[in-house]
């Protein structure tokens, strides 16, 4: 055993862990159904960090109606022996009762960033993402909390929550962990059959075409088309979005537009515009993200390219 993890259901169990701590703290926020994914996550935390604070919960504000809610894998007690053997300080697993006494009167807008990609078709998602990364913050005020990469547009949006409420809190991204096969991680995964788990390893490869179409010096367009094609053309998906967006402001920057309400929003307010159509990435970085359903079970990965074209 590496370390004595103390395992916090409540609050005030929370708040009795932290006052024991000294030093620096990192948080790694999950759902549990913990993975290798969730180990990088909690390897940078140590590295960066004296002291590990990891929370287990399964949000309820961020799934819609006829979500997996209640499907979403729960293993609370393979959790905490995989973490117990990583070796961290706290881990807080509340109910939901302790996360949300009562309904929230008091919510977190997310924007005009969360209409689109991810948010068109989860439209409260990120209002309740949002919601609760911004209580566990609250509550354990780490130095540093830990995100993965595979969320890029839930990262960008803590991010943009963390720098306009001026919360005292680093944000760092962890980057995709992928199988051997290129998959990308994720709690998801345990709901597809052998060969939905084949098929799945269509999103990876078509962020890869699109990567290698970006190197090559095609446009943003055709780093799109051609990404998107290969998934059109693949056995078993039924893609949702495949987009090139800038990695910050998830604004398209792929000649598509966005259709979402709220994405124009008006320069003049100070929100991030999102109007589409072409306007060039100004890190000449872009991000090709996609969502797809492979069988029942809706799966997201993404990759960072190289604009040259
Ligand atoms: O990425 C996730 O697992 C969740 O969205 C998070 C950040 C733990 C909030 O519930």
Do not use: C
């Amino acid at each position: 055993m590496v370390g004595v993890t103390k395992v916090a259901r409540t609050k005030a169990d929370l708040a009795e862990a932290l006052g024991a701590l000294k030093g620096t703290s990192a948080l790694v926020m999950t759902m549990g159904a913990l993975h290798e994914g969730h180990l990088a996550l909690v390897r940078a935390a140590k590295k960066a960090a004296d002291n590990v604070v990891v929370s287990i919960f399964v949000n309820p504000l961020q799934f819609g109606p006829g979500e997996d809610y209640e499907a979403y894998p729960r293993d609370l007690e393979a959790d905490l022996a995989f973490l117990e053997a990583v070796g961290v300080q706290a881990v807080y697993a509340p109910e939901a009762e302790d996360v949300y006494p009562r309904d929230p009167l008091v919510r977190i807008d997310p924007g005009p960033m969360a209409a689109v990609l991810e948010g068109k078709t989860r439209p409260t998602h990120f209002a309740g993402v949002l919601q609760v990364v911004h209580k566990v913050l609250n509550l354990v005020r780490p130095d540093i909390a830990f995100f993965g990469q595979k969320d890029a547009q839930q990262l960008a949006l803590i991010r943009t929550m963390a720098a306009d409420l001026d919360m005292p809190v680093e944000i760092r991204a962890v980057p995709i962990e992928r199988d051997v096969d290129g998959l990308a991680l994720s709690s998801r995964n345990s709901y597809l059959s052998p060969t939905e788990r084949i098929e799945a390893l269509a999103l990876n490869q078509a962020l890869a075409v699109g990567a290698d179409a970006a190197q090559r010096g095609l446009s943003p367009k055709e780093v799109r088309d051609v990404a998107e094609r290969h998934l059109r053309e693949a056995p078993g998906v039924k893609i949702d979005y495949l987009a090139l967006v800038d990695p910050e402001t998830f604004a398209a920057i792929d000649g598509q537009t966005f259709s979402a309400g709220g994405a124009e929003a008006s320069p003049s307010d100070g929100s991030v515009t999102m109007q589409a159509g072409g306007a060039p990435s100004k890190h000449g970085r872009g991000l090709l993200a996609v969502a797809a359903w492979v069988g029942p079970t809706r799966l997201i990965d993404n990759m960072e390219v190289e604009l040259r074209g």
